[in-house]
């Protein structure tokens, strides 16, 4: 089936400092979302991209869509407190129900 | 964006007992699914609940362990039925909006 490769699964950073993770597949996405999970909480979209190429930011978040539709990054400017938690990339398959397959994580802790 | 509410937002089950857990979404949408997101790791759709009709399921998961209900448009209902600890995770519903996909909160499951 297909999958979702994403990294790092996991990142040790000071506050202030910028973010990026990634993630890559062999199956071609009409559609990459990226969801923060908080403790207890379910994932929350942060962004959502649909052309290949796409650039898109959401405050101090900045994600693309790759050129090959096979990837996605996304990168944190300027890191806060609030920021720590678990990143979860997905994507949209062009065929089927409109599923979304999931990364794996990155679990994002930020020293103060 | 959709707004979700899941119930009940915890338990805790004994072995052998069954679950049901609601998905009520403020506003109608065509689709919806249920997702298991397992201790420590990512998520994986279990099943697209169709409206009217038997649910859909991933390869792995089956109608007689998850059975699904989707009386109308916004609302959805999953069993877990004869629990083990392995079914120890949290169950999210998730929606198709306008412009992405979202998540309830989350039932989180704990079978002793």
């Known amino acids: 089936g297909q999958q979702l490769n994403q990294s790092p699964q996991s990142m040790f950073i000071q506050e202030g400092e910028d973010v990026s993770m990634n993630c890559t597949s062999s199956s071609i996405f009409n559609t990459w979302l990226w969801y923060k999970q908080d403790p207890g909480e379910g994932p929350v979209l942060l962004i959502a991209l649909y052309k290949a190429g796409e650039l898109t930011s959401n405050g101090r978040l900045t994600a693309q869509f790759g050129i090959t539709r096979k990837d996605s990054f996304l990168n944190i400017s300027a890191s806060i407190p609030s920021d720590v938690g678990i990143y979860f990339c997905a994507g949209q398959l062009f065929e089927g129900a409109q599923k979304l397959v999931f990364g794996q994580g990155t679990r994002l802790t930020i020293n103060p | 964006s959709a707004v979700i509410s899941q119930k009940p937002s915890r338990d805790i089950c004994q072995r052998g007992t069954s679950l049901t857990i609601q998905c009520q979404v403020d506003s109608q949408v065509t689709m919806m699914f249920w997702y298991r997101q397992q201790p420590g790791q990512s998520l994986t759709l279990i099943a697209t609940?169709?409206?009217?009709?038997?649910?859909?399921?991933e390869s792995g998961f089956v109608i007689d362990k998850f059975p699904i209900s989707r009386p109308n448009l916004t609302f959805s209902t999953l069993t877990v039925s004869n629990m083990s600890p392995e079914d120890s995770s949290i169950y999210l519903c998730?929606?198709?909006?306008?412009?992405?996909?979202?998540f309830g909160e989350g039932s989180w499951l704990t079978v002793v």
């Open positions: 609940a169709n409206q009217g009709s038997e649910a859909t399921y």
């Open positions: 998730s929606v198709r909006g306008f412009e992405a996909i979202y």
